[in-house]
Nanobody, 116 residues
Framework: QVQLVESGGGLVQTGGSLRLSCATSGSVFNTAVMGWYRQAPGKSREFVASLTIDGITTSTNSVKGRFTIARDNAKTSVYLQMNSLKPEDTAVYYC??????????WGQGTQVTVSS
């Protein structure tokens, strides 16, 4: 019903940058809060950032000042710009969409690895 297609993960060195993308359909994009969670090896899934349709952003303290979440309305995509990456940012990053119904859907995940 809801597809979230992620891309942009990869391997970077400490201090580098990556831009994650999450594309979905317009019907979902225009009615959902979207954002990102991440899960590091041996850790539970952690909230990273979110963006409402109205442009309200929220992010966890550990990424504030380094990560930026944004929407591209034309591409019906959400992006997570990650700068000044640290090894502790290494995780699988999952895009999500929270619909008006309250149902939450997840992308397939994309691996981000930051080397020391």
């Amino acid at each position: 019903q809801v597809q979230l297609v992620e891309s942009g993960g990869g391997l970077v060195q400490t201090g580098g940058s990556l831009r994650l993308s999450c594309a979905t359909s317009g019907s979902v994009f225009n009615t959902a809060v979207m954002g990102w969670y991440r899960q590091a090896p041996g850790k539970s899934r952690e909230f990273v950032a979110s963006l409402t349709i109205d442009g309200i952003t929220t992010s966890t303290n550990s990424v504030k000042g380094r990560f930026t979440i944004a929407r591209d309305n034309a591409k019906t995509s959400v992006y997570l710009q990650m700068n000044s990456l640290k090894p502790e940012d290494t995780a699988v990053y999952y895009c999500y969409a929270r619909l008006k119904s309250g149902n939450v859907y997840w992308g397939q995940g994309t691996q981000v690895t930051v080397s020391s």
